[in-house]
């Protein structure tokens, strides 16, 4: 049995640019330019890039909540099997829909806060007719407790909880209908790090439990390399790098990804690394470069770079990199945590720090009775 959820095949989103008074389209803003992707049965697949490289519009444009301009998106429904989303009609999108939910970014503006936190759970449900009376009260109530909020909640609005308590009611109303697949559009970049441990622990819990499908969207590379098991890297509306989370952290082959990495701390108090910067702007997505878009900003850019553009191609154990010189490029990843748990282990603990009631105390002790003569 096939156990691909999701494939996306070349999928764009174009915006376009109006201009003058008649409001002609002058331009498109390639948000989405070609993005492929394969998400399995219960695995987190997660998106990563920039701002503005077109993450979360991807996660959009898959919903069909933005319509796409061009490409194929694939989902295998538990009784229709598999469904062009992309071409679906109102009727069949009805019914896949419940299948296929999104946790949105922000907690505050996703709730309407003229409506009560029973009432924008039981939404989902009321509009699929899915259950009424004493069970839809039965089931907000489960769902509230499924999140770690209490039944009594759900009398309440919106303002009257935190934003980790407002993005768990947003995880309840994803829950509503028994979804299959769910797009979580940067869904802990609004908290506080000790709510986003907390989230975080929450979606696991959930996806071990009801055997969900995580399509995770995020721009913190220490967040997903916590919670993925396989990684794409976006840059300009394109997927540039596919991989698993060791292959992509701990041995990137594409340059933009080994950028991405050095801006990630390293976990060893002895060591000072500083980012990579790279050259220029990033090219905007109504005019990109052509060949490569990355080479107008690689340190490794060669004249086949600006002519051609490279495809996603598997060079090993599935790890797809869009770059010509992937093969031969030794890039830098993550430092590992072990590695450095291994080395701080190693070092003798004079060499890390001066000992009480050694040299450095008792010349600190004669200076200071020097002093006071």
């Known amino acids: 049995m096939d156990d691909t959820l999701l494939e996306v095949t070349d999928l764009k989103k ?76 109102a009727k069949v999108l009805r019914r896949i829909r419940p299948e296929m939910q999104i946790i949105f970014q922000d907690p505050f503006s996703s709730l309407d806060s ?51 308590q407002r993005q768990r009611i947003g995880i309840a109303r994803a829950l509503a209908l028994n979804p299959k697949l769910i797009v979580c559009d940067e869904p802990v970049s609004a908290l506080d790090v000790s709510v986003q441990a907390q989230v975080l ?39 540039v790098e596919v991989g698993t989370t060791d292959q992509l952290f701990y041995s990137p082959k594409m340059p933009y990804t080994e950028a991405l990495l050095s801006s990630l701390p390293t976990p060893d108090p002895r060591k000072r690394t500083r980012p990579t910067l790279l050259m220029g702007d990033v090219p905007s997505p109504a005019n990109p470069p052509s060949g490569c878009y990355f080479h107008t900003r ?17 060079i090993g154990d599935n790890h797809l990199a869009a770059c010509h010189f992937s093969d031969e490029l030794q890039l830098k990843g993550a430092s590992r945590l072990s590695e450095v748990s291994a080395t701080l282990a190693a070092t003798p603990q004079s060499a890390a720090a001066p000992q009480p009631g050694g040299q450095d105390s008792a010349a600190s002790t004669a200076s200071a009775q020097e002093a006071t003569k």
């Open 298 to 314: 690689c340190p490794y850019a060669q004249d086949i770079c600006k002519q051609e553009a490279p495809p996603l191609r598997d």
């Open 201 to 239: 622990n929450l979606l696991e819990d959930l996806q071990d439990r009801f055997d969900l499908t995580y399509l995770f969207i995020s721009h913190d590379l220490s967040v997903v390399e916590h919670i993925a098991d396989r990684v794409a890297v976006m840059y300009v509306g394109q997927v």
């Open 114 to 164: 003229r409506m009560t936190v029973g009432r924008i759970i039981a939404e989902p449900m009321i509009i699929n007719n899915t259950l009424s009376g004493r069970a839809l009260r039965d089931r907000i109530a489960e769902l509230l407790t499924v999140v770690g909020l209490r039944p009594e909640h759900a009398s309440r609005y919106p303002h009257a909880f935190s934003g980790g």
């Open 14 to 89: 174009y915006f376009p640019i109006k201009q003058g008074f008649l409001k002609r389209t002058v331009g498109h803003v390639r948000a989405v330019d070609g993005v492929n992707l394969s998400v399995k049965r219960g695995e987190t697949f997660a998106v990563v890039g920039e701002s503005g490289c077109g993450k979360s519009t991807t996660g959009r444009t898959i919903l069909r909540l933005e319509e796409p301009t061009g490409g194929e998106v694939v989902f295998q429904h538990s009784e229709l099997g598999k469904i062009n989303v992309e071409t679906a009609s």
